[in-house]
Nanobody, 112 residues
């Protein structure tokens, strides 16, 4: 029901755009969020977006990450700029709060 893509290896300061396709029933009903889990750490909410476009971001990514959604495509995006090594994690999307099984996520590695 939730399929993430777009991760990869990028140098510090670089950019990536992640995508998450959700089933229509999920996408049209819930607040959609991006989460991440770094090695040895708990999964954390990076940010979320409501259907009208209002967004929330955790402090560590404010000004660098942007969440958007395409309602016609049931897709939510995470544009990540000025990436730092500490952004290295597996990134997931889910509702906020998370109500559905987690997808496989997409690995983001920030390293020189």
């Amino acid at each position: 029901q939730l399929v993430e893509s777009g991760g990869g290896l990028v140098q510090p300061g670089g950019s990536l755009r992640l995508s998450c396709v959700a089933s229509a029933s999920i996408f049209s009903t819930y607040v959609m969020g991006w989460y991440r889990q770094a090695p040895g750490k708990e999964r954390e909410l990076v940010g979320d977006i409501i259907s009208g476009g209002w967004t929330y971001y955790t402090d560590s990514v404010k000004g660098r990450f942007t969440i958007s959604r395409d309602n016609a495509k049931n897709t939510v995006y995470l544009q990540m700029n000025s990436l730092k090594p500490e952004d290295t994690a597996v990134y997931y999307c889910n509702t906020v709060p998370n109500k559905f099984p987690w997808g496989r996520g997409t690995q983001v590695t920030v390293s020189s």
